[in-house]
């Protein structure tokens, strides 16, 4: 059963192509797929036939208990024949139905043939939670084949709601799934079913539940809307979803769990009043119809409601004419839709009052339409007759079911003769129609279904022969499926049917008043659009009122959430220190009262220098502090940090206004007040309440001696990094990749992988004669924006201060240092060449790409890590490696070193990506205003 | 000072609180810069508060004394890449606040134009998505199947389907 599965998915991906090849041709190949399916299930039939299974089962995602566990019986098996081979008819149908060159062809094709494997998941699953899979996919597939048209909005309307309604009910379905699962312990329909299930009040949820799902895929009442507004599909797909295949599932379903589940409370019930009730009113629904498949569509409703009050109410009897009336309505409906599908071709219309004249168009269509209709209104010798037949007498003794089943065959009988009548009567009046000529492969499809109806019927004893071991399962049977009952009951009713239909045709001109007036609630979508419209609603007034657009008003409220529930949660259940020491070094608090001072001054700073200033003042502070503390390493890459962020700023404050802008409302103000005010009280108290709430040992307290043994280095916080929480400083490399991409790609307006600003070559001669050059950058730049000072510096300082950084890095594993502060102290040193000799000294200074090094930088810690894993480690593990090197001698080598390296190569590539960004390319940009007008008046502040 | 009573003195939580106090107020502020400058505050406040976490002592470098008296290490090694991601995100935003001035001439967050949009709707009652609402494929007049092209000629003389 997998190989078909396989196969129907290889064809699928391979139709855009063979369609690509052969245009709708490909269908024929394509058709191959579906009827290998039927085939295999014909095959299979003396495994069935007398009760038998036949089941694989493939382990799938074994922590979820979840195996592919396909199991075949007598209804999966007949479904299995209706899929397979309607959708070989189908494939074949639509070789000709489709002209060449048809937009969206390709698609189509495929998602035809990936729904009838969808379906197949869904048939042969034993698995629930395998079934919803597929039960899923069909709906997605369908959701396509409807909305195959998307430029029209109909279409996109149809699909749409036909996925909402069939969604919703699935995953309703789901939860019932899981109810009747967890409580059964299995989820395997086979072993739920052998088992008895465990009573209670889960039992009733989870049956509503799944009912809700069967009756949504069914188009059964309160869910039916969603089907004739589906008929915006093309008349193929509509024939195959919409009458054979998908909307069975909700019956198969539903015949599936009634062996087991029939008898609980509400099962029968709402079966038996959704299924009647849709019965009547689609019929009803269908006599008012003028559009032919729009008929044939309420016709389907009517029948689906039939199939599943049928199905479902749980007798063994109405259980075997189920299944007979499930193979008879798959054969004249789909027959019925092809029908429907050559008129329109042929014809260009299927609104019965234009079409006249049609019989003498094409004797074998109309003797076809002629069987299925026939067998539709249950006229013997035809299938229908035979399942109709069963169906009265499975229930002579329910009355009142009864009168509502012979009431909607009635109906039956009535829009059969509608729909003859209607496609193939002449008009006076009317014009006929100058058909054209019917291609053969769009004519045998439909005849091949009425063929085979008209041939079951008299086949019934071998028909029920077939389907007797699912009515098996409900208990013994005594019915069987018969052409000639003799005089029963059952006949006698049919009889009845078929004259009451008749009459009610025949009346169709005094009673159109009556049609008229009494609409029914399943063509309107009134239903279906309000909800929709209601959630619109709602949905507009909710983002409405709480998505009011403001930065600040929801950073505000994201704050107050944070005083006041950690704030609260702390004033309810701190542990609070008793006592706690002022200082413990005299120049805390000295430090501390210049940072506080900072703070406040930057708060209320007018300028954007001077804040940023005192903003790098609480950050050297900060950096006191964690001297004090006792942790160097931050201190230095604090202080690092902090020189650059200085930097970076001016770079950009060169730019902006001077003045922050003039302060807005003063309410606002004083309410951001009393926020920071809270939080600092909260930050304060969660730094006390934290400090005394350990109960547990550090897990830190191991880290010296792990950083000596595993991490072969003795500054644990650098080995911290690079190897017992390696993990932490790859993803946070990651995102100063991202960040510095992000930097460049905001600022550059073109690629900036480009060549990059090259010193002209011009300048660079002018100058050399005049007097000594420091920099090679340094005579591009004004003279007014020279300093020969800080070239000279530069000059003297760059080298010491790059190899300062290489002596960081290498020395970081056993003192403070290491990949983050050498990175820094190598970038800083561009800075200074970039302030120095201005963009074209930066590409002196570095001539490759930031990206380059970036990338680099990001392979070479990955890299470390991979390896690791290659020779059998775990992911970044360090190991030693002792060389004897000539010369230099012994050398220890971590291979956490590598990795190191890896971050020193993207801090320095973060800062060379801004320097580009925010110096040489916003310098350009400086460049261009001036020489187009003179800059702009807000380009006063600062410059380098 | 031994390892059980080294921990966050009053000085350092106070420092704590007037830096994250004075980040929120600033990042409260609708010009970039000043969110910018807030952030950093509020990151300098947490960092601080991380670092509190733990005990104070000498540097943790084995070999440069006990190794009880030594701070921990855990959270600096926290608070180290958190001040490396910080300035990541320093240049990030200052590129944003450049960029907003380049296109806009200042680095003000103005109110999102697409919830403004919502409210407005939402105050003149009306639905959302253009797909839905309003009529239904039955107030379409080109309700069903639309491939033969002989009925898109036939509809010139008739009204169509339905």
């Known amino acids: 059963m997998l190989v078909l599965l396989i196969l129907h998915l290889v064809a699928a991906l391979a139709a855009p192509l063979l369609v690509r090849w052969w245009g709708p041709r490909a269908c024929y190949p394509l058709a191959l797929a579906p009827a290998a399916t039927f085939g295999w299930a014909l095959a299979r039939t003396p495994a069935v036939g007398h009760g038998g299974a036949v089941v694989e089962t493939y382990p799938w995602i074994g922590?979820?208990?979840?195996?592919?566990?396909?199991?075949?019986?007598?209804?999966?098996?007949?479904?299995?024949?209706?899929?397979?081979?309607?959708?070989?008819?189908?494939?074949?149908?639509?070789?000709?139905?489709?002209?060449?060159?048809?937009?969206?062809?390709?698609?189509?094709?495929?998602?035809?043939?990936?729904?009838?494997?969808?379906?197949?998941?869904?048939?042969?699953?034993?698995?629930?939670?395998?079934?919803?899979?597929?039960?899923?996919?069909?709906?997605?597939?369908?959701?396509?084949?409807?909305?195959?048209s998307s430029e029209r909005r109909s279409s996109r309307w149809a699909a749409a709601q036909a996925l909402t309604v069939t969604t919703l009910g699935g995953l309703a379905m789901l939860v019932g799934f899981i109810l009747l699962g967890e409580h059964a312990g299995s989820y395997r329909w086979s072993e739920i079913a052998t088992h008895p299930l465990p009573g209670g009040g889960y039992l009733i949820t989870a049956v509503l539940l799944i009912l809700a799902g069967a009756l949504s895929k069914s188009a059964v009442l309160p869910f039916s809307s969603w089907l004739p507004v589906a008929m915006a599909a093309p008349t193929p797909v509509s024939a195959y979803l919409h009458a054979?295949?998908?909307?069975?599932?909700?019956?198969?379903?539903?015949?599936?769990?009634?062996?087991?589940?029939?008898?609980?409370?509400?099962?029968?019930?709402?079966?038996?009043?959704?299924?009647?009730?849709?019965?009547?009113?689609?019929?009803?629904?269908?006599?008012?119809?003028?559009?032919?498949?729009?008929?044939?569509?309420?016709?389907?409703v009517s029948q689906l409601g039939l199939l599943v009050a049928v199905t479902g109410a749980g007798t063994p009897a109405a259980a075997l004419a189920g299944t007979a009336m499930l193979l008879a309505h798959a054969l004249f409906k789909a027959a019925l839709f092809l029908?429907?599908?050559?008129?329109?071709?042929?014809?260009?219309?299927?609104?019965?009052?234009?079409?006249?004249?049609?019989?003498?168009?094409?004797?074998?269509?109309?003797?076809?339409?002629?069987?299925?209709?026939?067998?539709?209104?249950?006229?013997?010798?035809?299938?229908?007759?035979?399942?109709?037949?069963?169906?009265?007498?499975?229930?002579?003794?329910?009355?009142?079911?009864?009168?509502?089943?012979?009431?909607?065959?009635?109906?039956?009988?009535?829009?059969?003769?509608?729909?003859?009548?209607?496609?193939?009567?002449?008009?006076?009046?009317?014009?006929?129609?100058?058909?054209?000529?019917?291609?053969?492969?769009?004519?045998?499809?439909?005849?091949?279904?009425?063929?085979?109806?008209?041939?079951?019927?008299?086949?019934?004893?071998?028909?029920?022969?077939?389907?007797?071991?699912?009515?098996?399962?409900?208990?013994?049977?005594?019915?069987?499926?018969?052409?000639?009952?003799?005089?029963?009951?059952?006949?006698?009713?049919?009889?009845?049917?078929?004259?009451?239909?008749?009459?009610?045709?025949?009346?169709?001109?005094?009673?159109?008043?009556?049609?008229?007036?009494?609409?029914?609630?399943?063509?309107?979508?009134?239903?279906?659009?309000?909800?929709?419209?209601?959630?619109?609603?709602?949905?507009?007034?909710?983002?409405?009122?709480?998505?009011?657009g403001s930065l600040p008003q929801y950073l505000g409220i994201i704050l107050v959430a944070v005083v006041l529930l950690p704030g609260g949660a702390m004033l309810a259940a701190g542990p609070w220190r008793a006592r706690l020491p002022m200082w413990d070094n005299p120049l805390q608090p000295v430090v501390v009262v210049v940072i506080a001072v900072a703070a406040l001054l930057a708060v209320r700073a007018r300028r954007r220098l001077t804040a940023m200033l005192l903003v790098g003042m609480t950050g050297y502070g900060t950096a006191m502090l964690f001297i004090l503390h006792g942790a160097p390493d931050l201190a230095l890459t604090?202080?690092?940090?902090?020189?650059?962020?200085?930097?970076?700023?001016?770079?950009?404050?060169?730019?902006?206004?001077?003045?922050?802008?003039?302060?807005?409302?003063?309410?606002?103000?004083?309410?951001?007040?009393?926020?920071?005010?809270?939080?600092?009280?909260?930050?304060?108290?969660?730094?006390?309440?934290a400090a005394g709430a350990r109960r547990a040992p550090d897990i830190s307290a191991a880290f010296p001696d792990l950083a000596v043994s595993e991490g072969y280095g003795r500054n644990v916080v650098n080995v911290t990094l690079v190897d017992i929480r390696a993990w932490d400083t790859m993803g946070e490399v990651a995102v100063l990749v991202v960040a510095a991409t992000g930097v460049a790609s905001l600022i550059f307006e073109r690629s900036r992988t480009g060549p990059r600003p090259r010193r002209p070559e011009s300048a660079d001669r002018a100058v050399r004669s005049?007097?000594?050059?420091?920099?090679?950058?340094?005579?591009?730049?004004?003279?007014?924006?020279?300093?020969?000072?800080?070239?000279?510096?530069?000059?003297?300082?760059?080298?010491?201060?790059?190899?300062?950084?290489?002596?960081?890095?290498?020395?970081?594993?056993?003192?403070?240092?290491?990949?983050?502060?050498?990175?820094?102290?190598?970038?800083?040193?561009?800075?200074?060449?970039?302030?120095?000799?201005?963009?074209?000294?930066?590409?002196?200074?570095?001539?490759?790409?930031?990206?380059?090094?970036l990338g680099a930088g990001l392979a070479l810690a990955v890299g470390t890590g991979a390896v690791a894993l290659l020779v059998g480690g775990s992911v970044l593990q360090s190991a030693k490696l002792d060389l004897s090197l000539p010369l230099i001698g012994d050398v220890h080598l971590v291979t956490a070193l590598f990795f190191d390296i890896g971050v020193y190569l993207i801090v320095i590539g973060l800062l060379l990506d801004i320097l580009r960004s925010l110096g040489a390319e916003v310098d350009r940009h400086i460049e261009a205003t001036d020489t187009a007008d003179g800059g702009l008046a807000v380009d006063k502040g600062g410059g380098p | 000072m031994t390892a059980s009573d080294a921990g966050p003195t009053m000085v350092l939580v106070l420092a704590v609180a007037v830096l994250v106090g004075c980040g929120v107020i600033l990042l409260l502020e609708r010009s970039l810069t000043r969110i910018l400058l807030g952030v950093i505050?509020?990151?300098?406040?947490?960092?601080?508060?991380?670092?509190?976490?733990?005990?104070?002592?000498?540097?943790?470098?084995?070999?440069?004394?006990?190794?009880?008296?030594?701070?921990?290490?855990?959270?600096?090694?926290?608070?180290?890449?958190?001040?490396?991601?910080?300035?990541?995100?320093?240049?990030?935003?200052?590129?944003?606040?450049?960029?907003?001035?380049?296109?806009?001439?200042?680095?003000?967050?103005?109110?999102?134009?697409?919830?403004?949009?919502?409210?407005?709707?939402?105050?003149?009652?009306?639905?959302?998505?253009?797909?839905h609402g309003g009529e239904g494929p039955d107030g379409d007049p080109e309700q069903v199947d639309p491939e033969p092209a002989r009925r898109r000629l036939r509809r010139g003389r008739g009204d169509g389907p339905r």
């Open chain 1, 770 to 853: 005049d007097r000594p050059v420091w920099l090679r950058g340094g005579p591009t730049l004004y003279e007014e924006r020279r300093s020969i000072v800080l070239e000279v510096v530069t000059r003297l300082i760059f080298h010491t201060v790059a190899l300062f950084s290489l002596f960081l890095l290498f020395s970081g594993h056993n003192a403070p240092g290491g990949g983050f502060a050498g990175g820094l102290v190598a970038g800083l040193a561009l800075v200074v060449r970039y302030l120095a000799g201005g963009r074209y000294e930066l590409t002196e200074a570095a001539p490759v790409g930031a990206g380059l090094i």
């Open chain 1, 244 to 300: 054979a295949a998908m909307v069975k599932a909700g019956v198969y379903l539903v015949g599936l769990l009634a062996p087991v589940l029939a008898t609980v409370g509400p099962w029968r019930p709402v079966v038996l009043i959704a299924g009647v009730a849709t019965m009547l009113v689609g019929g009803w629904a269908a006599l008012r119809q003028n559009d032919l498949k729009l008929l044939l569509a309420y016709g389907t």
């Open chain 1, 339 to 548: 029908v429907v599908g050559v008129i329109d071709h042929g014809a260009g219309t299927r609104d019965l009052r234009e079409l006249s004249g049609l019989r003498r168009w094409s004797r074998p269509l109309f003797g076809v339409a002629v069987l299925a209709a026939a067998s539709m209104a249950g006229v013997p010798p035809l299938v229908g007759f035979v399942a109709k037949e069963a169906v009265f007498a499975a229930f002579t003794d329910d009355p009142l079911v009864l009168t509502g089943l012979v009431a909607g065959t009635v109906l039956t009988v009535a829009y059969s003769a509608r729909f003859l009548w209607g496609a193939f009567a002449d008009r006076p009046g009317v014009e006929p129609v100058q058909p054209t000529p019917i291609a053969a492969s769009m004519l045998v499809p439909p005849a091949v279904l009425a063929v085979v109806g008209l041939l079951a019927g008299p086949a019934a004893g071998v028909l029920n022969g077939l389907l007797h071991p699912y009515a098996e399962l409900l208990g013994s049977v005594d019915a069987h499926l018969t052409l000639w009952p003799g005089p029963t009951a059952a006949l006698g009713l049919s009889g009845l049917a078929l004259v009451g239909g008749g009459l009610l045709f025949a009346l169709r001109g005094p009673l159109a008043p009556v049609l008229a007036r009494l609409r029914s609630p399943v063509g309107g979508n009134q239903g279906y659009e309000w909800v929709v419209d209601r959630f619109d609603r709602i949905a507009i007034e909710v983002t409405g009122a709480t998505q009011r």
């Open chain 1, 638 to 689: 604090q202080f690092l940090v902090e020189t650059a962020t200085i930097a970076v700023f001016v770079l950009v404050l060169r730019r902006l206004p001077e003045r922050f802008s003039a302060r807005p409302l003063r309410r606002s103000r004083w309410a951001r007040r009393a926020i920071g005010v809270a939080m600092g009280v909260v930050a304060g108290g969660l730094a006390l309440v």
């Open chain 1, 63 to 148: 922590q979820l208990g979840l195996d592919i566990a396909l199991r075949l019986t007598t209804l999966s098996w007949l479904l299995t024949l209706l899929v397979g081979g309607v959708g070989a008819l189908v494939l074949v149908y639509s070789a000709r139905y489709f002209e060449p060159g048809a937009p969206g062809m390709a698609q189509l094709a495929a998602v035809l043939v990936a729904f009838a494997g969808a379906m197949l998941v869904l048939i042969f699953a034993d698995d629930l939670l395998l079934l919803y899979v597929g039960w899923e996919l069909t709906t997605i597939f369908s959701y396509l084949l409807i909305g195959h």
């Open chain 2, 41 to 131: 505050l509020l990151g300098n406040g947490v960092n601080l508060l991380i670092l509190l976490g733990g005990r104070s002592g000498g540097a943790p470098v084995v070999g440069t004394g006990p190794v009880d008296e030594m701070s921990d290490p855990l959270p600096q090694a926290m608070v180290l890449t958190a001040i490396v991601i910080t300035f990541g995100l320093t240049a990030f935003l200052l590129a944003v606040a450049y960029r907003s001035w380049y296109l806009t001439g200042d680095d003000e967050v103005p109110d999102d134009l697409e919830d403004r949009q919502i409210i407005r709707r939402a105050g003149r009652n009306e639905a959302g998505a253009v797909d």
